[in-house]
């Protein structure tokens, strides 16, 4: 049985740094990848990375602040998010993606087979 499981939400004051934990366990997977969805709003790609350690993020300015890490020993990543801003509220989400021969790591949500529940980061002021 699959499980991706994210950890490391809370609530944190503006300005400060937080890291996000994902393990996903029951397969072998090419990547994993962070996204996020913001009260009322769709639900969007944050960064990726793949087995190989091919990394992607959203933007530019989004790679400024965030950083996406792992170890497929343990099929476990992280998100640094520093700078932390009201605006990064929101609930982030961790997805596994099992298809085989991706190099590049997959930046559509529908890309990933198997997804977390969510953890919650709320940014005060």
């Known amino acids: 049985q699959v499980q991706v499981v994210e950890s490391g939400g809370g609530l944190v004051q503006a300005g400060s740094t937080l890291t996000l934990s994902c393990a996903a366990s029951?397969?072998?997977?090419?990547?994993m990848g962070w996204f996020r969805q913001a009260p009322g709003k769709e639900r969007e790609f944050v960064a990726a990375i793949s087995r190989r350690k091919f990394t992607t993020y959203s933007s530019d300015s989004m790679k400024s602040r965030f950083t996406i890490s792992g170890d497929f020993a343990k099929n476990t990543v992280y998100l640094e998010i520093k700078a932390l801003k009201p605006e990064d509220t929101a609930v982030f989400y961790c997805?596994?993606?099992?298809?085989?021969?991706?190099?590049?790591?997959?930046?559509?949500?529908?890309?990933?087979?198997?997804w977390g529940q969510g953890t919650q980061v709320t940014v005060t002021t």
């Open positions: 997805a596994a993606d099992a298809t085989t021969q991706r190099v590049v790591p997959a930046r559509r949500a529908s890309a990933y087979d198997y």
């Open positions: 029951g397969r072998t997977f090419t990547g």
